[in-house]
């Protein structure tokens, strides 16, 4: 059995009861897709209550944590040094055309770098976590990047608008959590995107450095404007020299 930090447990109580209101809510977007009004307003609320539901449960325990969120933003606590950092539903796009690609995401940062991440796809029933120097994993299976080498064998995700790379192989999912919890299981070999925010791939990229892949370093950019590129070990050079006009 994997030894977990109080920090971590708590993460996972409160995406645990938080996602029971993300997949109900799932299926009445199927219901609104047809509907002339469409889901939108709908999912914003499901996306602030989620949200609200991971500030409180969060709160019970660790009542002093402050937080970077993406509905309200930044919450000063009086413990400055401890921060929760919080996507309710990272792939909004997704979850308001009933697409089941999404995931809750939480980070925890400490004295200015990530100690936990945990993102949970809560209908594929996906809790990927790692923690600092003591690995990441998939519903408690170990995981590790992937050991291509062979830059036509690898498969590599952005989610940036308009990106043509001809010589790599391209997905684009639209969840950046899930992406780069992918590259640290070796479902996908690489992820980058530019100006992206914090609580899109503060929990991630802890993920893929604990599951030995490499992520270049976020802290020299601001909270809602970070550039990130992710793979594993065995093709970051190549990757890198392929982005460097990105």
């Excluded at 307003?41 to 970077?68: A, G, Q, R, W």
Aim: charged content about 25%; proline content about 2%; glycine content about 6%.
């Amino acid at each position: 059995m994997i030894s977990i930090s109080a920090n971590l447990n708590i993460m996972i109580k409160a995406v645990e009861k938080a996602s029971k209101s993300i997949i109900r809510d799932f299926g009445e977007v199927e219901k609104l897709q047809v509907s002339k009004k469409g889901p939108k307003d709908f999912v914003t609320k499901t996306d602030k209550h989620v949200e609200k539901i991971l500030i409180e449960e969060l709160s019970k325990i660790k009542k002093n944590y402050s937080f970077v969120t993406e509905e309200s933003g930044i919450i000063k606590n009086k413990d400055k040094d401890n921060t929760w950092i919080i996507d309710p539903i990272d792939g909004t796009t997704n979850f308001l055309h009933g697409i089941p690609h999404f995931a809750i995401s939480i980070g925890l940062k400490s004295k200015g770098e990530m100690i936990s991440g945990l993102i949970f796809d809560p209908i594929k029933d996906e809790m990927f976590f790692a923690e600092k120097d003591k690995g990441a994993f998939l519903n408690n299976q170990r995981l590790r990047v992937s050991k291509k080498s062979a830059l036509d064998e690898c498969l590599f995700s952005s989610n940036h608008e308009g990106v043509k790379f001809s010589s790599l192989n391209m997905r684009c999912s639209g969840s950046a959590a899930l992406d780069l919890a992918y590259v640290a299981s070796g479902r996908l070999d690489g992820y980058f995107q530019n100006k992206i925010n914090l609580w899109d791939v503060a929990a991630g990229s802890l993920m893929v450095k604990e599951a030995g892949g490499i992520v270049n370093n976020l802290d020299q950019y601001d909270t809602y404007n970070i550039d990130i590129k992710a793979s594993s070990a065995a093709i970051n050079d190549k990757m890198l020299e392929n982005l460097k006009n990105f």
